[in-house]
């Protein structure tokens, strides 16, 4: 076996896997111990959708307080995903600047906070899968190809 197709092909491969299965894992555990969590009364600062190269996305930030204390937030819920413009369009609408809005947030570390105790880990998971198989396909095609 070419040690470069371990290099270049299976390192790459398990780690991209173990980041994803890490971020499930943390969102799952997120969403159970957010049910738990405090809220305040928050104000939207800002909402709008974010692009990046292929996804769109909306971007909601807001400001709260916590026993006197001032905190800024940009977490909707706790798996960031790519949104159709009409769905992004839904959330600005549900969150318009100015509205004022339950913050959840940790009380150990009142400034992660969230506007929905929400996400979907199986999506994580799903990519999680996607990602280990094209990287097994290539294990396969180059490390016993001829």
């Known amino acids: 076996m070419n040690p470069v197709v371990l290099l270049v092909v299976v390192v790459p491969g398990a780690a991209i896997f173990a980041l994803l299965w890490y971020a499930a894992n943390r969102a799952e555990r997120l969403i159970e111990e957010s049910r738990g969590w405090p809220s305040a009364k928050g104000r939207v600062t800002a909402s709008r959708i974010q692009r990046t190269r292929n996804t769109r996305s909306p971007r909601?930030?807001?400001a709260y307080e916590v026993?006197?204390?001032p905190y800024k937030?940009?977490?909707l819920g706790f798996v960031?995903?790519?949104s159709s413009f009409k769905d992004c369009q839904s959330v600005i609408?549900?969150?318009?600047?100015?509205?004022i809005v339950d913050v959840w947030y940790n009380p150990?570390?009142?400034g992660f906070s969230v506007l929905?105790?929400?996400g979907n880990p199986r999506a994580l998971r799903i990519a999680?899968?996607?990602?280990a198989g094209i990287f097994f396909f290539t294990f396969v095609i180059l490390g016993f190809g001829k």
């Open 80 to 82: 960031r995903e790519s």
């Open 67 to 69: 026993a006197g204390v």
């Open 128 to 131: 999680a899968f996607a990602t």
């Open 93 to 99: 609408e549900r969150y318009p600047p100015d509205a």
């Open 73 to 75: 937030g940009k977490r």
């Open 60 to 62: 909601i930030d807001y």
């Open 108 to 110: 150990q570390k009142p």
């Open 116 to 118: 929905e105790r929400t």
